[in-house]
């Protein structure tokens, strides 16, 4: 495994807080409990750069870290996590929009998602909104570790067809057996340079 300098640079609920960097940015969100703090950590080779909640919901800020002085990946709250209510829901409008609308070194979203569920509407509806905002779009399909391959393969074809998006630009990956992280990194390169 690689070794990453990887770093927490900040976090930020308003705009005024965000880190002023020009490496490209790419974006990690997904469900509450989809695991994008876990991956993250497997990604760069480190166990507690980004939080890791034992409950979903935990993350309420944008937090930002460096990667070799090259990227900058962003962990977005968790969607969907119904204790949360209503409130929750619009927070995270508030948090995203301006992020995604003016952030001009965002080029990427990593769209999160655990291989067992169907998508839903919350991640059809971050597919369009990162469309709409002309990002490239790639799906890491975590904890793939408690299926076999076959129930991987047809869960990979769900997930396409559900979001509407290339089979190509999935990478299966399970953050615990630290699996499917350099083929996540070379898709990332491929993608923003």
């Known amino acids: 495994m690689n070794y990453y300098d990887a770093k927490w640079i900040g976090s930020s609920?308003?705009?005024?807080?965000?880190?002023?960097?020009?490496?490209?940015?790419?974006?990690?969100?997904?469900?509450s409990n989809a695991g994008k703090s876990s991956l993250i950590n497997a990604l760069v080779n480190r166990k507690n750069l980004a939080y890791e909640g034992k409950t979903p919901g935990k993350t309420r800020l944008l937090n930002f870290?460096?990667?070799?002085?090259?990227?900058?990946?962003?962990?977005?709250p968790g969607y969907g996590y119904a204790k949360g209510g209503k409130q929750t829901s619009i927070?995270?409008?508030?948090?995203?929009?301006?992020?995604?609308?003016?952030?001009k070194q965002l080029k990427l979203l990593i769209l999160v998602l655990d291989i067992r569920r169907v998508p839903n509407e919350d991640d059809k509806r971050m597919i369009e909104y990162a469309k709409g905002?002309?990002?490239?779009?790639?799906?890491?399909?975590?904890?793939?570790?408690?299926?076999?391959r076959n129930q991987q393969l047809s869960q990979l074809k769900i997930i396409s067809d559900t979001l509407g998006i290339r089979k190509e630009s999935l990478v299966v990956c399970s953050s615990m057996k630290k699996t499917g992280m350099e083929e996540l990194w070379k898709l990332i390169e491929e993608t923003i340079g």
């Open 13 to 31: 609920a308003t705009k005024s807080q965000w880190p002023n960097t020009t490496y490209p940015e790419m974006v990690f969100a997904g469900r």
């Open 133 to 148: 905002n002309h990002l490239a779009i790639l799906g890491a399909c975590t904890k793939s570790d408690k299926l076999s």
């Open 65 to 76: 870290f460096t990667v070799n002085d090259k990227y900058v990946l962003t962990d977005a």
């Open 91 to 103: 927070d995270f409008g508030e948090l995203m929009e301006p992020y995604f609308r003016e952030r």
